[in-house]
């Protein structure tokens, strides 16, 4: 293939000469005379290719002109004026025919109609048929990939931006920048976008491909502001869309001529443009933004091939355009650094969402332990205020516990202050002299109540008795308050030690004091420490607290131009301290101490029983770690004429209860040494709900909170503060339903053949016992056996029979079932004994009252009863009340309802009165 590029003849009205081709013509001188740029050429040319047997074919690009070829006086194609139709077809032709000699002359007529100058800008190419359209399907394969490349990344370039909802433009004007590129490279050189709308009669026109060039720049300028920012300002980008607005609407309202000359104000504004990306991407590579170099280098080669393609096109000649091959270069490497930044987008996003989450349970902690805080507290005012029948000796230390509690409360309430004021304004403090002896023996006496039941002990130790130190008397009570708090909750034996030394190695004048609390706990690892330093977290043996404490005093500290520090060792205990100037004893006393009552002894408990083992009879166990909520609910509980115990440690209420179960335990979910719920799960895989009544009272109020404490088999929940007589009615309901449970028994026995029961529960897999007197085995299963192992004392029932006989049942070990399952259970087991003593389902369903029976075809049934009868069937939202009233109805008819019914009777009851809602599905 050879391009005919060189001179012409060339012929325009009587002017005759030679002309370049590649070139234009614009007042051209043409032999004598000057051809306009308005007029009309005759090109000719001579051919020498020797003899051939083989086709030619001759390649004549896209003059955006009327044109027509002649091959050795033959008309092989024409277009526009030259044309029959007149349609002006802008995509290069090819022509083929057979030459007559060694010699072709070769023809064509060229008409200016549009632009300002004329002529043909790229040379015709003449070859073989074959290798010319081999040529060309390479070519418009290669600029087809090339297009539909750059279409497909604008497409999701811009899918990802209206998936994200419009957040981050650097991919719209990505996009756009690819959708300009793509329809400017479709529309040259073989420009297929125009052979494919060709059928439909659809010819882009030249318009389009050059306001793609402005559109193109416009969506690079933007994204690469979009990446780096910094640098590029807002002036030249606003200069930018105004002269591509401009552009675009010329190009719909102006003629080609003037068009024409708006292009070249347009190309050389592009080149200025082009050039002032490069260098704010330079600065941006200079500033290591990231991807900036690589993105300098390929902004570098673009700058290039624009270049070049602007100084061709002012020579008025077309020799192919290397801008948009450089676009796609840069495209490219565009989009290798949009998805590099989107996957660092989506793995900060998923940080973010990561910490959130994190930030969101560390809300939900801190707003739970927050309320345990404020709650527990109120508890032991509105219970202790509530009381009627009290000595004058109970009146008294009822109203000194009040009032500890309150300041307690008080104290936690500044703290929630603080968290405010550290944010926005600071802590502010007003230091004076402060006496160490009366702040001690103050928090000591606020404390006592929490400790009363422990093996704990706060000791003072102070070298002098008048001790005075320089700080704001408020803000020195509550970082004392809040490190005491934090050694009572961690430490559950041993001494705490609220100390202050004389700091002999600090030469400072009037001298300083080093204050602190030393505890015996567990202490901490570099971990926990970590974590007890942070705003609303704790350490990892924290089951309770605001998790505030540490900071906050560390702000305060801060204030007074201190700093906390805490040394601490695992399993030897911990200690935090802090310096403060010494000051000298001042004869005026502080606000603060006015305000304090005179420190007073810690009044004893009152007790009717041995702590230390549990009574003959049936008792209440209190567990909770919280000395004033302990002697409160003792208080209370004492109308119902059950020994009170009470509990600070875990290990001990275990070792009480293994010694003899009590008839009821009050169990607190949040303690220092384990969770209730840890408790609860532990003790319902010893002990049923019928033997081991458990009510819960918490603080803790979150519905999540309660049916997780109901699945682990507590019997009823209470939310602390409630009313003394809320809890008061709730305690005698569970010890009724336990002494009902053990007369129901009883009635059975005197109404029923006792060996007949005997022989039935042996053949049980429950254990069961029968004993003489001295509790020698006459009857057992294999179970029994076992569980008589473990003692006589864990029996749930030990009940008299005839013959001096003795007959003990203990729980049957079972699997842990959901409130749901226990529903269906029951359901099942009435309907297995009605259909035993010989009745159907349906009659069951229709003589209990609560189900209604229908016809299915020529059988009778009741499709509601059925679904209940299935887990997989049971409604969302069943009725409870159905199914216990059906249970109860084959109670009252049958003469030995079973044992298995009684027992699942009692659970689903027990779950129903609790909480309804653990019934409902999700």
Known sequence: MTALAGQWCAQSGDASGQLNVPGTWHNTRLAEARVPGDAEVHYRLTVNHGELDRALAIRLPRPYDSYRLRVNGRELLATGRYSASGHDECYPHYAQFYASGDQSLIEVDVANQQFIAGGMRSPPILGLADDMYEWRARELAIEGFQSGLLVLMAFIQLGQFAAARRVYAAQLFFGLTCLSVAVFSSLGGEQWLSLLLAPWHLAPDLHLRWAMIPLAILGLSEFSAQLFPDEFHRRPRQYWRAITVVFLLGSLLLPSRPLAVLFWAMESAALLMSGYILFATFRAARQRRPGALSLTAVYGILFITVMRDIVVDFQGQYLGNLGPTGMVVCLVWQGLLLARHNARAHKRSMELVQQLEQAEAVKDEFLANTSHELRTPLQTIIGLAGLDSQTQDQRGRNAGLIGDTARRLALLVDDLMDLTRMRHQGIQVQPMAVSLRGEFETLQQLFSPVIRHRDLEIRLALPAEDLYVMADPKRLRQVLYNLLGNAVKFTPAGEICLYAEVQTEVQTPGGELRIGVRDTGPGMDSKQLRLA?????????????????????????????????????????????????????????????????????????????????????????????????????????????????????????????????????????????????????????????????????????????????????????????????????????????????????????????????????????????????????????????????????????????????????????????????????????????????????????????????????????????????????????????????????????????????????ERVEALRTANPRVFIEG
């Open 533 to 905: 330093r942070q705003r609303y977290q704790q350490g990892e043996l924290a089951s309770e607290g605001v998790g505030l404490g540490l900071p906050i005093s560390h702000g305060i500290l801060h204030a007074h131009g201190s700093a906390l520090e805490i040394d601490s060792t695992p399993g030897k205990g911990t200690d935090c301290h802090f310096a403060l100037p010494q000051a000298t004893a001042s004869p005026s006393v502080s606000p603060m101490e006015n305000a304090i009552p005179a420190p007073r002894p810690a009044p004893a408990i009152e007790q009717t029983v041995d702590q230390s083992s549990p009574p003959d009879e049936d008792y209440i166990l209190v567990l909770d770690d919280d000395g004033c909520i302990l002697e409160t609910v003792a208080q209370l509980l004492a109308p119902l004429e059950h020994p009170v115990l009470t509990e600070s440690r875990i290990d001990h209420a275990l070792s009480l209860i293994d010694s003899r179960v009590p008839a009821l335990l009050i169990l607190d979910l949040m303690m220092p040494e384990a969770s209730g719920f840890e408790v609860l799960e532990l003790l319902r895989q010893r002990y049923s709900a019928t033997h081991l009544p458990i009510l819960v009272l918490s603080a803790r109020q979150a519905e999540s909170d309660q049916q997780r404490a109901l699945l682990l088999g507590a019997n009823d929940f209470l939310v602390k503060p409630c009313e003394p007589l809320e809890l008061c009615n709730r305690a005698a309901g569970q010890l009724a339903l336990r002494d009902n449970y053990r007369r129901r028994w009883m009635r059975r026995l005197e109404q029923q053949e006792q060996d007949q029961i005997i022989s039935e529960l042996l053949n049980s897999e429950r254990p069961v016992v029968v004993s003489n007197t001295h509790g020698e085995q006459l009857l057992s299963n294999e179970a029994g056996r076992l569980a008589m192992n473990e003692g006589i004392e864990q029996a749930e029932l030990n009940l008299p029979l005839q013959g001096q006989r003795r007959l003990l049942l203990w729980p049957e070990k079972s699997a842990q079932h959901s409130p749901r399952d226990l529903l269906v259970a029951l359901l099942q087991e009435a309907i297995k004994l009605w259909e035993d003593a010989g009745h159907s389902r349906l009659h069951l369903a229709e003589h209990s009252g609560q189900w209604r029976g229908q016809l299915d075809g020529s059988t009778a049934r009741s499709r509601t009863f059925d679904r209940y009868t299935a887990l997989s069937s049971l409604p969302k939202r069943p009725n409870v009340d159905r199914v216990i009233s059906t249970a109860r109805f084959v109670e009252q008819h049958l003469n030995a309802p079973g044992i298995e019914l009684q027992n699942l009777l």
